[in-house]
C-alpha cells in the first residue's frame, strides 16, 4: 500500500490553463505538505496543513491554492500556470511533533507548462 | 537567516568505496537533523535522525555524525553500492514556533560499477 500517494505522476500543459494536483495519505498523519523542487534539486516548502488548517503558507503566488477537505487529502491547485511553475512538485505527511518530525513524501508529479 | 549547506554539490565514487557527505547549518534553536535519501524520480525517505545529544546514528551501511557545537553534521556510506546513487539531502528542524524545517540542496552521488 502506498502511504502518500500523489496524481498525476506527469503533467504537460500550456501556459494560461488551470491545473489541479491530488494527494492522499494512509498514513494516519495530521500534518501534510506540499514542496516544490526546481530543475536544480532544490526543496522547497510551500504550504502546511494540520488538522485541515493552514499552518504554513510560504512565499507562494497566490495562483497556487491548497485545499484540504480532509486530513487524508490536501490537493494543490494552481490556476494561470506559468513557466516558471515547471517544477516537480511533492506532496508529503507527518505526524505533527515539533521534536522529532519525519516526513513522508509521494513520488512526485513533474508539471512541465509550454 | 536558517541556512543548511551541503558538500560536495556532486561525487561519484566507484562501487566499494567510502564517502563521506558534509551539512553545515545555521539553523536555531536546533531541534533535530536528518539525513534523507532522494532516487531519482521518487520522493526523498529519511535514513537517520539525531537529536542535540546524539553524536552518531547508524543505518546500515549509512553512518551520520553531528557535532551541535560546530553545527556540522556528515553521512558516512561505507562500502557503496550502484544503488546508493541518489541525491542525500540534509534538513534541520528547529524548534519553537511553527515548525518549519530547513532543507539543505543536496548532494548528487553516483556509484559507478
Known amino acids: 500500500d502506498t502511504a502518500v500517494s500523489q496524481t498525476p505522476k506527469y503533467l504537460v500543459t500550456q501556459m494560461g490553463n488551470d491545473k489541479s494536483i491530488k494527494c492522499e495519505q494512509n498514513l494516519g498523519h495530521d500534518t501534510m505538505y506540499w514542496y516544490k523542487q526546481d530543475s536544480k534539486k532544490f526543496l522547497k516548502i510551500m504550504f502546511s496543513y494540520n488538522n485541515k488548517e493552514l499552518i504554513i503558507n510560504e512565499t507562494v503566488p497566490n495562483r497556487f491554492s491548497p485545499k484540504s477537505p480532509d486530513k487524508a487529502h490536501l490537493n494543490l491547485h494552481i490556476n494561470s500556470l506559468e513557466l516558471g511553475d515547471s517544477a516537480v512538485y511533492f506532496c508529503a505527511s507527518s505526524q505533527w511533533d515539533r521534536s522529532n518530525t519525519e516526513a513522508f513524501f509521494g513520488q512526485g508529479t513533474r508539471l512541465t507548462v509550454v | 537567516k536558517n541556512q543548511v549547506e551541503q558538500s560536495p554539490q556532486s561525487l561519484i565514487i566507484l562501487e566499494g568505496k567510502n564517502c563521506t557527505l558534509q551539512?553545515?547549518?545555521?539553523?536555531?534553536?536546533?531541534?533535530?537533523l536528518r539525513w534523507y535519501k532522494q532516487d531519482t524520480g521518487r520522493g526523498p525517505v529519511s535514513l537517520t535522525i539525531?537529536?542535540?545529544?546524539?553524536n552518531t546514528k547508524s543505518n546500515g551501511r549509512y553512518t551520520a555524525t553531528l557535532d551541535a557545537d560546530t553545527k556540522q553534521s556528515s553521512l558516512h556510506i561505507t562500502a557503496s553500492q550502484l544503488s546508493d546513487s541518489a541525491s542525500y539531502i540534509c534538513?534541520?528542524?528547529?524548534?519553537?514556533?511553527?515548525?518549519?524545517?530547513?532543507f539543505g540542496r543536496g548532494t548528487s552521488l553516483i556509484v559507478h560499477p
Open positions: 551539512c553545515n547549518y545555521t539553523v536555531s534553536p536546533f531541534s533535530n
Open positions: 534538513v534541520v528542524g528547529a524548534s519553537g514556533g511553527s515548525y518549519i524545517p530547513t
Open positions: 539525531m537529536t542535540f545529544s546524539e
